[in-house]
């Protein structure tokens, strides 16, 4: 993605790249404490509640937002090379370095919504459907370019691209909030 992303001029990567269940870099994202922390609340929520939950009856927002410069902290224009770097190291490392979780390390802040689909009380599952939304450029890669520049790139190196995640996680009816697959 980095790469495709740096590339650009709509090669290899168009202006909208549609994610699913079951792909990589989905796999990546449902790992994010983010979406863990909104796993667990529906899941307490569908435990709790079942299909009368807020969350089974429709979809609650989330977000997350990457860490950009922090006015008014000392040296905080640092913070946004420093945050490049972890970023770009977390992607090319696979989290090895930098950024931990790389599909993070790509997308920055982004949004999404969660919703309970189903819940089966005779075999403990419950089905949950989750989305998320995300606009890759070089503002989100620098916090420092504004998005109204994004058609002087249209066609070159970091050309604006809207990502859309969609994704269900079939889970067992329990607290735990566990990743399983």
Request: with cysteine; net charge positive.
């Amino acid at each position: 993605m980095f790469i495709a992303w740096i590339w650009g001029g709509g090669y290899p990567l168009g202006p909208k790249q549609k994610f699913r269940g079951g792909d990589a870099f989905t796999h990546e994202l449902a790992r994010d404490k983010t979406i863990g922390d909104v796993r667990r609340n529906l899941l307490g929520q569908a435990l709790n509640q079942g299909m009368n939950a807020p969350a089974a009856k429709e979809a609650v927002p989330f977000f997350y937002k990457d860490r950009g410069p922090e006015p008014g902290s000392p040296w905080w224009r640092l913070n946004t090379p420093r945050g490049v770097v972890n970023d770009v190291l977390g992607v090319v490392t696979n989290g090895k370095s930098g950024t931990k979780n790389y599909a993070d390390a790509f997308l920055g802040s982004y949004t999404g919504t969660a919703q309970i689909k189903a819940i089966n009380r005779n075999n403990g599952t419950v089905r949950m459907r989750f989305t998320a939304t995300n606009l890759s450029d070089w503002n989100s890669a620098t916090h420092l370019i504004p998005r109204t520049w994004n058609p002087m790139f249209e066609k070159t190196f970091g050309a604006a691209v809207r990502e859309d995640f969609s994704w269900e996680e079939r889970l067992p009816l329990n607290r735990c909030g566990c990743w399983v697959e």
